[in-house]
């Protein structure tokens, strides 16, 4: 009757760890990818306001829906309340107009204008750059308001 003595099989050698080595992550880190990502969000909302090229003008309201976007720049023409006439940015004499809007209408491929015109102009001095317009070589105008004025029905839009 001997003794005897119990050991594990295997030679104590450890499972499931690496000894010294680690193995290689195959994951992208993406928070600091989001980070980046949200600032230039915040820097574009807070931007994009301040894009808005023009001059200040009080447009009048009214309940149209606004016209469809196209790929070229739409031309702005702007009436401003002091009387002054601008193409985008431009100032540009009245006795101008006409030759400039047909200098500008050539190397167009859309003949679409937008006509910005303050509420206080008078409607004689908005028609007469409408027709200057026309005779520039732009049919398609668009009279530039803002959103929310009254109906024809009579209910706040």
């Known amino acids: 009757m001997g003794a005897q003595v119990a050991t ?8 499931g760890r690496r000894s010294g080595r680690s193995k290689p992550m195959s994951e992208i880190n993406v ?3 989001v980070d980046v990502m949200l600032c230039l969000l915040i820097i574009f909302m807070v931007a ?3 894009m808005t090229v023009g001059v200040p003008v009080e447009l009048p309201e009214t309940a149209a829906e606004a ?12 009436l401003a309340a002091d009387g002054r006439v601008l193409i985008q940015t431009t100032e540009v004499a009245l ?17 679409q204008v937008f006509l910005r015109a303050d509420g206080a102009i008078p409607y004689e001095q908005v028609m ?3 027709g200057a317009l026309n005779a520039g070589g732009f049919r398609e105008i668009g ?8 109906a024809l029905d009579g209910s706040e839009g």
């Open 67 to 78: 016209l469809p976007g196209d790929e070229e720049e739409p031309l702005s023409i702007t």
């Open 95 to 111: 006795a101008d107009l006409i030759p400039r809007l047909q200098a500008i209408a050539a190397e167009r491929d859309s003949n």
């Open 128 to 130: 007469q750059v409408m």
């Open 143 to 150: 009279l530039v308001t803002d959103a929310g004025g009254p």
């Open 8 to 15: 594990k099989s295997g030679g104590g050698r450890r499972r």
């Open 48 to 50: 994009a306001p301040l």
């Open 31 to 33: 928070t600091p990818f």
